[in-house]
């Protein structure tokens, strides 16, 4: 059975948050820190991972990325997840 997964990125150098969803994360990683040679994520690296939530369906991880995505979930990742880094 295919696993999916919400993920935040975050880089400290730029103080700059990404979410997304993927199957595949490590590879998905890779893919924003060194494989890609344009895009948002290329201009910000390096990236770490700062969370990582596993859903059964890629509707759930869908629905859980456009939470984070929304104002409110932004807020959340920033006194939840990223007051940890601070």
Do not use: C
Request: glycine share 4%.
């Amino acid at each position: 059975m295919e696993e999916f997964v919400t993920y935040v990125l975050y880089s400290e150098k730029f103080d700059k948050i990404y979410i997304g969803y993927t199957s595949s994360l490590i590879q998905r990683f890779y893919s924003h820190n060194i494989y890609s040679k344009k895009g948002y994520t290329t201009r910000f690296r390096p990236w770490m991972v700062i969370l990582v939530e596993f859903h059964s369906t890629k509707f759930e991880a869908m629905r859980r990325e456009k939470f984070l995505k929304s104002g409110q979930g932004r807020l959340w990742i920033k006194s939840q997840v990223l007051s940890y880094y601070e």
